[in-house]
């Protein structure tokens, strides 16, 4: 005979989640290192079977509380005893991988806290003008598209979208510019020679690559911004032209930010080996189809700077979008629970 379910037992099953688990960590170990690029680290026997009985302990820890939330189910009148739980259930789980909070800080302010500290880049960065432009113009995007009608969602869905497409590609672009900065650590670019000028034209055409990709995203989301959304695929069939002519449009002041950060001519002419030198003059000559270019390697060397400043600047897209909606989030938890039964306004991205 079939058993009868109870229509009070709770649907979490820690036994399960602890055996579902132990399946599934070791592929996820894989995942992470074949997306770092790097070898699967080996665990001990000791390891793994430490591994598991932390985390069984972490998923015994938070059980009554995940229980608690089954039994409230939305209830309006245990709105802050179902927040409570969620504060206790995030605040164990720090406890128990060694994050620290500060005195008496609740757990979803130290959300909100650590969020905004990614949003601090490195300050060797920091110091260079075009870096700073672009993490302002870069956070008043993504902020003007969060706040319009619909454009949280639509802004959630683009970002997640862009990721499963093209996280890989980051992480391996940015581990081939760390590797060429490193080699190129004691080079002296002011020499005008062919190695130089191969060394330079190899960075600008790879992130020139790289940028089309994040730029795509930017684009995106001014137009969720403008109130014109548009779907991945859509942005897909953008070309390269097209998304720069977006950029220098006086209809979208979102985008002027970046504005020159990229010779459309240079980028096709370094894609198609259109590239000569006349060392004499101390001049790199691009051509693209009738269109000739010629820049110094000063110069050469200071639009590679910029691009790649940029796009180190456009890699906070993320980050700001994950702070405004942890803060947004929060700051609406707080408002539902001072004042519970009473329609309250959405809550607006940080100042």
């Known amino acids: 005979m079939k058993r009868k379910s109870n229509s009070n037992e709770s649907l979490f099953n820690p036994n399960q989640v602890k055996r579902e688990f132990d399946r599934a960590w070791p592929k996820v170990v894989l995942e992470i290192a074949d997306l770092l690029e790097q070898p699967a680290p080996r665990l001990t026997k000791r390891a793994r079977k430490q591994l598991c009985k932390e985390f069984s302990s972490g998923v015994d820890a938070v059980a009554p509380h995940v229980v608690k939330l089954e039994e409230i189910n939305g209830d309006p009148t245990r709105l802050r005893e179902g927040f409570e739980n969620l504060e206790n259930i995030l605040r164990e789980s720090l406890r128990r991988t060694n994050f620290k909070m500060r005195p008496k800080e609740d757990a979803f302010d130290w959300l909100v806290r650590e969020s905004e500290q990614l949003l601090e880049g490195p300050y060797p960065l920091r110091r260079f003008k075009q870096f700073r432009l672009v993490r302002e113009g870069v956070q008043r995007l993504v902020r003007s598209a969060m706040t319009v009608p619909g454009g949280l969602k639509a802004s959630e869905e683009l970002i997640k979208e862009f990721a499963r497409k093209h996280l890989n590609q980051h992480i391996r672009f940015a581990n081939t510019v760390d590797a060429r900065l490193k080699s190129y650590q004691n080079i002296d670019f002011r020499k005008s020679t062919a190695r130089n000028i191969t060394r330079i034209t190899d960075l600008y055409r790879d992130t020139a690559m790289a940028f089309e990709g994040r730029l795509r995203l930017l684009v995106g989301l001014n137009f969720i911004a403008i109130g014109k959304p548009k779907t991945y695929s859509e942005l897909r069939r953008l070309g390269y032209n097209e998304l720069l002519q977006v950029?220098?449009?006086?209809?979208?002041?979102?985008?002027?930010?970046?504005?020159?950060?990229?010779n459309r001519h240079v980028r096709n002419a370094l894609?198609?080996?259109?590239?000569?030198?006349?060392?004499?003059?101390?001049?790199?000559?691009?051509?693209?189809?009738?269109?000739?270019?010629?820049?110094?390697?000063?110069?050469?060397?200071?639009?590679?700077?910029?691009?790649?400043?940029?796009?180190?600047?456009?890699?906070?897209?993320?980050?700001?979008?994950i702070y405004v909606l942890n803060y947004c989030?929060?700051?609406?938890?707080?408002?539902?629970?001072?004042t519970p039964g009473e329609s309250m306004q959405p809550s607006q991205p940080p100042a």
């Open 247 to 262: 950029v220098e449009s006086p209809k979208n002041p979102l985008l002027h930010f970046l504005t020159g950060t990229v």
């Open 271 to 321: 894609s198609h080996n259109g590239v000569s030198s006349r060392l004499s003059k101390r001049l790199i000559i691009f051509v693209d189809y009738e269109t000739e270019i010629a820049w110094t390697i000063n110069h050469f060397m200071r639009e590679a700077k910029k691009l790649l400043l940029t796009i180190l600047g456009a890699e906070y897209v993320e980050n700001e979008f």
């Open 329 to 338: 989030t929060v700051q609406a938890i707080n408002e539902i629970v001072r």
